[in-house]
């Protein structure tokens, strides 16, 4: 039997708070936050000009060990042009997973294509390749213009697979499979800053990742995103066309193409950058507080989910508990969030919301499964 009250004594015990509201993911300004945005109201560099975007740019080239990254204004901006920059069309269409969050699906629709909606696995909650090789061998032909759908006669443009909650998905399976069928592979890694698997960041193995640096992410720009790859040419093309395809000149206004206005705000990437510093120090206080809930939660009956194969390193993004049944998971819920610690169900699976109920949909087994039964804890770190 499962002790909820034990389970509410736990997480007040783990943070320290005897009542009041403990929420799912809150963040931390530990380090230089203030100075640097003050420094931007200060030279009055908030906008499109200023240097903290090129240096948060740098830094996070260099925590992902990639060569070049760009930063934009948010995650979901973020994984529309990675997808423009893939080769996506309007009028094709990109397999993902309906286990995600809708900014997934929202950033395939901005492209005029539609998504096609894969199953997961049970560990890692994220893109399974056996259901993509399955969708890819039954339903799909190679024709020279490239892969195409037998049923609807379309265009396959790309991959888009989800890490979810910042364990990775068995990306080097489907990347390989990709391969295969070339078809390019854009990781949505909006709640992986921090996560590797063989050393290696995630959103590093696919063409393009797309990290998110909204307020309950890992580390937070207020709104934000970046783009990571390892080809650097596709990297200045994305910087390019983020930024309204402006030629460089002094004075003159030139544009040769149909671009987006997605760059980060200077003020945004002044918090970026003093959030990125403290990634390593927020990493290890989520960490901590992984091991704790887990010691805690065993006690109680509670399933933790715990870090799957694919991960070597996890950044904790937010910890979450499995649950036997759906009726359990109403209660848990309920009994918790009347008692002011903030829980949360895993989304509802993307085929069953009103705008993508007509999109393709294969089996959805395990994502069902989670769909019914998984939930988030409180996850903040703890510096305050
Ligand atoms: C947060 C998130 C995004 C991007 O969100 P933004 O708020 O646009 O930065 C995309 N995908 C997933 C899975 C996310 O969790």
Redesign the pocket.
Known sequence: MKELTSFIKLVRNIYSQEEGYLPLHIPTFNGKEKEYVMDTLQTTMVSSVGAYVDRFEESMAKVTNVPKSVAVV??????QVALNLVGVQPGEEVITQSL??V??AN?IHHNHAQPIFIDVDKDTMGMSPEALRAFLLSKCEKRKEGLFNRYTGKRIAACLP???FGFLCRIEEIVSICNEFEIPVVE?A??ALGSSYKGQSAGTFGTIG?F???G??IITSG???ALVSKDQKLMERAKYITNTAKKPHRWEYYHDEFAYNFRMPNLNAALACAQLEQLDVLLRDKGDLYSEYQRGLETLGFKIKTVPSTTEKWNCWLIALEMDSKEERDVFLKKTNESGIMTRPIWQLMHRLPMYKNCQVENQENAEYLENRIVNIPSSARIR
């Open positions: 948010n995650g979901t901006s973020g994984l995600t969050f900014a997934t950033a989800m890490h979810t949505d909006a709640e797309v998110s640096f909204n309950n992410k709104g934000g995103g």
